[in-house]
Each structure stands twice: as C-alpha cells, then as structure tokens.
C-alpha cells in the first residue's frame, strides 16, 4: 500500500529517474480503520503497482525497457529497477531481494499469476511491431490483448 506525495514534491532528476522515498507502513492504523471486513478488492480496484520477485535483472530489464518500452525511472543499486510509462515513478519494480538465484515460475509452483499493462492503441501497436523485430513469442488473445511471458516466467497480458 503507498500513497504519493503530488509530483511537485517528487525528486525528479536531469536524467528524468525519480528518487523515491519508502516509509514503512502503519499496517494496525490501516486494518484500524477499515470499514469492513472484506478478504477481497472491490470490483474496479486498480493496483497502483507491482513488485516482481526475479533472478537476473539485467533480463528483466531488457524486457520491460526494449520488448514492453516502459522506462527505467530508477536503480537501486544492482538490487533494483523500477519502471514506468509516462511521467510517474514505477508501475513495476523488480528485485532480486528474494535470492539471487531464484528459478522461473511453473504452471505448478506459487507465485503471481500474472498481471495486466492497459496500453493506447499507438503504444500496442509500436509493441506488436517490436515482438515481430525482436522475433520475440507472444500469444493473441484477441485484437487487442495478448499474452507474453517476462524472462521470469511470470505471464504479463497487455491489452488497449
């Protein structure tokens, strides 16, 4: 959970990476205030972001910054990458803090599922262009979505 100061207070460096600040989260004040008691997301929910789990991120960036072309906002150190479209911090952040070897996902083992990037028309079809380029597999869905899989094993579907 997070919230975001207004871009006015954001550190926005000359090279256009933005330095974030994380605080810990008073998770009792949270679960305090709720009201109600639901295990689920209200329908309509949109995650902010997501964090990856991964082994290698030189890979994962490659991904998500020349196949997806998202931009890389910002490094932390060789632990971190966070990566955005547009002008915000992160929408994905991959890091290597669960272990440093660790092994692609499998139909048969935990892990996330997968999740969905929302595109413009333009920004699908300049991915559906560089996929062919880079002979890189995916799987349509339908006209407008399709399913790739990020070097992690993690299945990312993209849609307009």
């Known amino acids: 959970m997070y919230w975001d100061k207004p871009h006015k207070f954001w550190d926005i460096r000359d090279d256009g990476t933005i330095a974030g600040v994380t ?12 009201d109600d ?24 960036r490659q991904f998500y910054t020349t196949i997806l072309g998202l931009d ?14 547009g002008l915000y911090h992160h929408q994905i952040a991959a890091n290597t803090w669960q272990r440093p070897q660790l092994p692609k996902l499998s139909t048969v083992k935990r892990g996330l599922a997968g999740f969905t990037i929302e595109m413009s028309d ?21 006209p407008t979505s399709i399913r790739l899989t990020d070097p992690n094993g993690i299945p990312v579907r993209v849609s307009i």
């Open 72 to 85: 890389l906002k910002y490094q932390f150190g060789r632990q971190a990458d966070f990566y955005a479209a």
């Open 23 to 34: 605080e810990q989260l008073d998770v009792e004040g949270v679960l305090n205030a709720a």
């Open 122 to 142: 333009e920004a699908f079809n300049q991915l559906l262009g560089r996929l062919k380029t880079m002979d890189t597999p995916f799987k349509e869905l339908s």
């Open 37 to 60: 008691t639901r295990d689920d997301l209200p329908p309509g929910t949109i995650l902010g972001h997501v964090h990856l789990s991964v082994s290698d991120l030189a890979y994962t």
